[in-house]
C-alpha cells in the first residue's frame, strides 16, 4: 500500500520569506500522480499544484514550486514571498496512474504559520 | 472551473435521526466522486468512492448501511447519515474528479449529533 509521509506537523516563515515544506511517499508503481492541497481555516481543500511523474520537469504555479525527487520518492512544496493568505494546513496526496483507481493517499499534513 | 458544492455546511441534528448532504459539481460533468471525514486536525480519511449509476464502493470499516451513498446523476452524490449518533459528529467533505485528474472538494459540512 502506497504511504505519504510529511514529517513536520508545523511550520512558520516570516511573511516575504520562502519556505519548504517536505513530503515523502513510498510507492511500487512507476507512473503516479502527486498533488499538495492547502487547508484554509475555512476548511475548503484547494488544490495548489500538481505532478505526473512521468515529467521531469518540476510543477510550478506563480510563487509555488515543487522539488520532485522520483527516485529519492520525495515531493517538497517550496513557497517563495509568503503572505498572509498562504496560512493554512498543507496536505501531500498521492494518486496511481490508472483511472481505475483513483484513491488519493494523504500524508498527515503540515500546519504553515506566516509572521508578520 | 471546477467547482464543487456541498450542502448544508452546517447540521445539527438528534440521536437517532438521519441526514442527508449533498454534493454537486456545478460547472462540469463527475462520474466520480469521493467521500471523506476529517476529524480535527487530522488528515482526510476516505470514506467511500461514488459512481454514477452503480453502487458505491465502501472502504475498510466503514458501514454502508449506516452511510448511504446515492450517486443518481453526473453532477450529484448524496451521503445519508441513517440512525446518526453522537460519534458521527464530524466534519464531511466530498470531491469529484474533473476532466483532468485532479480531485476538487468541497466546502465540507460540519455535522454535529446531540
Known amino acids: 500500500a502506497q504511504t505519504v509521509t510529511q514529517s513536520q506537523p508545523e511550520m512558520s516563515v516570516q511573511e516575504a520569506e520562502t519556505v519548504t515544506l517536505s513530503c515523502t511517499y513510498d510507492?511500487?508503481?512507476?507512473?503516479?500522480?502527486l498533488f499538495w492541497y492547502k487547508q484554509p481555516p475555512s476548511r475548503q481543500m484547494i488544490l495548489v499544484i500538481r505532478q505526473e511523474a512521468y515529467k521531469q520537469q518540476n510543477a510550478t504555479e506563480n510563487r509555488f514550486s515543487v522539488n520532485f525527487q522520483k527516485a529519492a520518492k520525495s515531493f517538497s512544496l517550496k513557497i517563495s514571498d509568503s503572505q498572509l493568505g498562504d496560512a493554512a494546513m498543507y496536505f501531500c496526496a498521492y494518486r496511481p496512474f490508472p483511472f481505475g483507481n483513483e484513491k488519493l493517499t494523504f500524508g498527515t499534513g503540515t500546519r504553515l504559520t506566516i509572521i508578520p | 472551473g471546477a467547482v464543487v458544492s456541498q450542502h448544508p455546511s452546517r447540521v445539527i441534528c438528534k440521536s437517532g435521526t438521519s441526514v442527508k448532504i449533498e454534493c454537486r459539481s456545478l460547472d462540469f460533468q463527475a462520474t466520480t466522486m469521493f467521500w471523506y471525514r476529517q476529524f480535527p486536525k487530522q488528515s482526510l480519511m476516505l470514506m467511500a468512492t461514488s459512481n454514477e449509476g452503480s453502487k458505491a464502493t465502501y472502504e475498510q470499516g466503514v458501514e454502508k448501511d449506516k452511510f448511504l451513498i446515492n450517486h443518481a446523476s453526473l453532477t450529484l452524490s448524496t451521503l445519508t447519515v441513517t440512525s446518526a449518533h453522537p460519534e458521527d459528529s464530524s466534519f464531511y467533505i466530498c470531491?469529484?474528479?474533473?476532466?483532468?485528474?485532479?480531485?476538487?472538494f468541497g466546502p465540507g459540512t460540519r455535522l454535529t449529533v446531540t
Open positions: 470531491s469529484a474528479r474533473g476532466q483532468t485528474y485532479a480531485q476538487y
Open positions: 510507492t511500487s508503481e512507476s507512473d503516479y500522480y
